[in-house]
């Protein structure tokens, strides 16, 4: 069986959608999820689906081994971030490379960075007439947003739209789309000796 944690640091809306993708596959655990607000409703997301929470701030996440020693207890194969806003520091990094993955909700490299999160985003996008948004699924590295893409979805932006009605469009395709790539990513299938993702 494999094991994922799951970093959040809000409503928690993506965490449970994996859950529930899970939820029926003894292929999958979904083992801890980890926040750094301890007012974050993914807590009481996790809680009804009784997965085991941890809180931490940002002395523990970077000056102490405190999450690494979480998901090493959890043997974790793989860490999602889901709406998580900090740079994973080194320890982790290093102990989990190429295992961790996160979502954008835009399509990478553009409008990707410090403080591009959220609606920030979405404003952004509308802001730049660009007629076409989406997600990006991507592995993590130390930089925000820059490591390599293993998926894109896009979705069409009207005339019409607002940041707000662009954002439940951007919502749609993490819902539909991130378990599904989490799970390629724990059992790729080969194709030609690559994963077909």
Not at 155 to 167: Q, R, V
Request: charged share 20%; glycine share 6%.
């Amino acid at each position: 069986m494999k094991n994922v944690a799951i970093f959040a640091s809000g409503s928690g809306s993506n965490a449970e959608n994996i859950i529930e993708y899970f939820k029926n596959d003894d292929r999958v655990n979904i083992a801890v999820i980890l926040s750094n607000r301890k007012d974050a409703y993914v807590l009481q997301r996790a809680k009804k689906f009784g997965v085991p929470t941890y809180v931490f701030n940002r002395d523990a996440f970077y000056n102490s081994q405190f999450v690494l020693d979480k998901l090493l207890k959890y043997h974790t194969d793989l860490v999602v971030l889901a709406g998580f806003m900090w740079l994973v520091p080194d320890n982790i990094l290093n102990a989990f490379s190429g295992k961790i993955i996160n979502i954008h909700p835009a399509l990478l490299p553009k409008y990707g960075g410090k403080g591009m999160y959220g609606m920030f985003v979405h404003e952004a996008v509308k802001q730049s007439g660009d007629t076409v948004t989406g997600i990006s699924i991507h592995y993590v590295n130390e930089k925000y947003d820059e490591g390599a893409i293993i998926f894109q979805a896009r979705c069409k932006i009207d005339k019409t739209d607002t940041p707000e009605s662009i954002a439940q469009k951007v919502h749609a395709l993490e819902y539909e789309h991130f378990p599904q790539i989490i799970e390629q990513v724990l059992f790729p299938v080969l194709c030609n000796g690559t994963p077909k993702i």
